[in-house]
């Protein structure tokens, strides 16, 4: 699908969309719990869809009802899947239902797309390895088996927070204690506290001891409750980025006090308007190329702890960098840094390519809204936000959509 953003000005109020990251969360510790939970106020993108599958495929019961699903869990130690869980193309599923297939001691087989399966998995590899369950991965399938049973664990802090979520679904169900040891530094430690906010709205026991431990008691159940996704700082940094560049936006629907890493954007992109900084983002990469495209329009920034970019649904770093050549911006990417540096910001005279990521297509969009231009493969945003272009439009910005290139 082709998207052509008409050049103006935004003007208005947009509701924030539903977490995905809570929503995968409170969805799963549902398909955990053995009685019945409602999740409300959930958005179904694709991630989410692909989460659901799962639970499903597991044997829970998800009915969905308008923004609600009610759930009916499972006891993953005693049920198999009935079939492949189809992860799509989210990281997300795939990382937080891999210890879950290791409580069983059968034989569980996950898929997924090429990109997806080409993303990292090492963690989980070398935990198998070592506790002598196998694990088979090819291009399109990961095929686990073994029974976790809890323990100590260590993890690098410099990878996914994911592998670290994935194991806290798990470990409260094993047969003993365990512990998780995070060897330093740690990134992405908001996601972690969202886990354990998920896990303990359930009823699971699950701690930090201290800055790089967690613990974890075993033998226990996961509560039924009903719980209520909460708006996406993530999603609407999107929108808030429009206000930075000067259009009269309010974000509504966030909850203050949220524990969401991406909240940071708030002070980010004050600023990115207000000089030139040098910025960390290891602990919120996912705003990475939001907060490029707002340096760009603006005054340029230098972004550190940007290397796991690269293992996104694109390499953002040089998709970003890519893209903004197209708007007059120098970007110069490292290892672990990019450079964006702001010249004579200016209007496409090409279409824009989307990278099949809907985190590029969408800040490329907010650009677009100040020189109007065209993305193909726009159609990206359904991973995770399948209404955007409706709700820039409520904006008043005109969007025009042509479907025969998808």
């Given amino acids: 699908m082709n998207v052509t953003i008409q050049k103006g000005r935004a003007c208005g109020t947009v509701s924030a969309p539903p977490s995905k990251s809570m929503a995968h969360r409170l969805l799963i510790c549902a398909g955990l719990s053995p009685s019945v939970s409602h999740i409300n106020n959930v958005d179904f993108n694709e991630d989410i869809l692909a989460t659901i599958d799962c639970l499903r495929a597991f044997g829970a019961e998800c009915t969905i009802q308008g923004d609600v699903v009610t759930v009916k869990g499972i006891d993953p130690r005693k049920s198999v899947p009935s ?10 599923t795939l990382r937080f239902f891999i210890p879950l297939s290791l409580l069983s001691g059968k034989k569980v087989t996950l898929i997924g797309t090429e990109k997806l399966l080409s993303r990292p998995l090492n963690v ?12 088979v991965q090819d291009s399109r399938t990961v095929e686990v088996s073994g029974c976790l049973s809890g323990g100590c664990f260590s993890v690098p802090g410099d990878i996914s927070s994911q592998f670290i979520t994935g194991l806290l679904f798990a470990l409260p169900l094993a047969g003993k ?5 995070i060897a330093p530094p740690l990134e992405s430690r908001g996601y972690i506290d969202l886990t354990l906010q998920s896990l303990h709205t359930f009823g699971i026991r699950a701690d930090w001891l201290d800055a790089f ?33 000067g259009n009269d936006v309010t974000v509504a629907g966030l909850r203050e006090n949220s524990l969401q890493g991406d909240k940071v954007y708030e002070d980010y992109f004050e600023k990115l308007c207000n000089g030139t900084p040098t910025l960390h983002i290891a602990d919120c990469p996912d705003l990475g190329p939001i907060l490029f495209a ?7 920034a230098v972004f550190t702890g940007t290397r796991r970019l690269k293992i996104k649904e694109s ?3 040089a998709a970003m960098a890519e893209e903004l050549a197209a708007f007059g911006t120098e970007v110069i990417v490292e290892d672990d840094t990019v450079k964006v540096i702001a010249k004579d910001f200016h209007a496409p005279t090409a279409a824009l390519k989307g990278h099949n990521d809907h985190r590029i297509v969408m800040s490329i969009s907010v650009l677009l809204t100040r020189t109007g231009g065209t993305i193909k493969g726009a159609q990206a945003v359904r991973k995770s936000f399948p209404d955007f272009f409706d709700r820039l ?10 479907e025969t290139n998808e």
Wanted: glycine share 8%.
């Fill in 83 to 92: 079939e492949v869980l189809n992860c799509r193309e989210s990281g997300s």
């Fill in 124 to 135: 989980y590899e070398k935990l198998c390895a070592e506790y002598g369950f196998s694990f």
């Fill in 177 to 181: 204690d365990s512990v998780i040891k």
């Fill in 213 to 245: 431990t967690l613990e974890i008691p075993g033998n226990q159940t996961y509560a039924a409750v009903d719980a209520t996704v909460e708006g996406d700082y993530s999603g609407a940094a999107f929108f808030a980025a429009l206000r930075a560049l």
């Fill in 294 to 300: 707002v340096a760009a329009a603006k005054n340029g």
């Fill in 315 to 317: 390499d953002r770093a």
């Fill in 393 to 402: 439009a409520s904006l008043g910005i005109e969007v025009l959509f042509d």
